[in-house]
């Protein structure tokens, strides 16, 4: 077992560390308890990020809905199913569906149908995450049987007033809050997030984010830094943006929340490569164990920019896969290959409910 529940005052000085040996310390000792509770085995969700039209405004995303610089994309079904099978060939086990929101009855209809074929073509091999959004939850129900099982929804800071400093008055935080309830209610392993180094954002709130996450018995966890995109309202904060601060913070914020939460899946995202080449490696061997190789087809990838310096936006699945097998193996770390790798934290909660 992991040691007692860190107290409020221990997180904020986790968040804290900035000297090396502080933080090789605090990353050693979340490593630990990543290896005791979820194993050693780096689980793959290759991601399809299959359109970009959103009908919402985060003042922080680069995909919102008033750019009218981003040039918008939805990827047909079939071009979905090529990528999926991409995924299925190369023993991901697992993909995730993100795409900016849309609430439609075609968009709703769509998705339920291609969940459904992915199931079909894999002969129900594939897991599938959805990250979709705000939906009702008729929508998610509907999506969850047609077969998806998990879904990912950052509450994006937890700290109410800095949420509405961050997104347009009708973006209701108590909407987000009851999605969460309602996926975890029907039945999804339930991932939410933040993001980490928002402008105004503390080291308080990080901390008060992960007793959020603990609070909510939350199953999977995927947080990444903030990086600003350069059309965006929120970029007008460019002069304060320091890489090498975010990227700390987000390393810190894996550690902590891996020593609080001890058996959630917790994902080493893109935006920590984003301001380091080895920036996954490190959210790893910070306590991470969620990997998602980008699956999406190369011609889209310059569409879907959330934030500035996406990495790999010229490489394709293949180099992908093969450059991350590369990386993983190069730190001493194995792939649990054709394995839905789901959140130990899942099951253990669903025996307690029983
Ligand atoms: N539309 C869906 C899913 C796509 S956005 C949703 O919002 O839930 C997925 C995540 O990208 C968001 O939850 C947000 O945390 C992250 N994101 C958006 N803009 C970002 C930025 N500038 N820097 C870092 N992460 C960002
Ligand atoms: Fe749309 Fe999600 Fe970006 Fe908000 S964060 S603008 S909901 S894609």
């Keep these: 077992m992991g040691t007692s529940a860190p107290s409020r005052q221990n997180l904020i000085q986790m968040l804290a560390a900035e000297g090396t040996d502080a933080r090789r310390e605090l990353y050693q000792q979340a490593y630990r308890i990543k290896l005791e509770q979820v194993g050693k085995l780096v689980y793959f969700r290759g991601i399809i990020e299959f359109s970009n039209i959103c009908t919402k405004n985060c003042y922080y995303c680069g995909i919102r809905r008033e750019n009218t610089t981003t040039k918008r994309f939805s990827m047909s079904a079939d071009e979905i199913l090529e990528c999926a099978k991409l995924a299925h060939d190369y023993n991901y086990g697992s993909i995730v569906l993100q795409a900016g929101e849309r609430n439609d009855p075609e968009f709703v209809d769509f998705v339920e149908t291609i969940v459904r074929d992915i199931k079909t073509m894999s002969d129900g091999g594939l897991g599938i995450t959805?990250?979709?959004?705000?939906?009702?939850?008729?929508?998610?129900?509907?999506?969850?049987e047609s077969g998806a099982h998990r879904y990912l929804i950052r509450i994006e800071t937890s700290n109410r007033g800095l949420y509405s400093s961050l997104h347009p008055e009708d973006h209701d935080f108590d909407r987000r809050l009851s999605c969460i309830r309602e996926l975890r209610d029907i039945g999804y392993q339930?991932?939410?997030g933040v993001m980490v180094g928002?402008?105004?954002?503390?080291?308080?709130?990080?901390a008060d984010d992960i007793l959020f996450f603990k609070k909510i018995d939350a199953d999977m966890i995927g947080m990444g830094p903030y990086i600003i995109h350069h059309d965006t309202p929120l970029a007008v904060n460019a002069s304060d943006f320091d890489p090498a601060r975010q990227l700390r913070l987000g390393l810190n914020m894996i550690a902590a929340t891996r020593i609080a939460l001890e058996d959630v899946n917790i994902a080493a995202t893109t935006a920590l490569q984003a301001l380091d080449p080895k920036g996954r490696e490190l959210g790893l061997q910070a306590g991470a164990n969620i990997i998602m190789p980008n699956i999406t087809h190369t011609r889209y990838r310059?569409?879907?920019?959330?934030?500035?310096?996406k990495p790999c936006l010229d490489e394709n699945a293949g180099l992908c896969r093969a450059c991350l097998s590369h990386r993983i193996t190069g730190i001493g770390e194995e792939i649990g290959y054709n394995q839905w790798g789901d959140s130990p934290h899942f099951f253990k909660r669903n025996q307690l409910d029983k």
């Design 190 to 192: 339930v991932g939410t």
């Design 302 to 309: 310059s569409s879907y920019q959330l934030y500035d310096n």
């Design 198 to 206: 928002l402008p105004g954002q503390t080291i308080e709130d990080l």
């Design 130 to 144: 959805l990250s979709l959004g705000e939906q009702s939850s008729e929508t998610y129900q509907r999506w969850f």
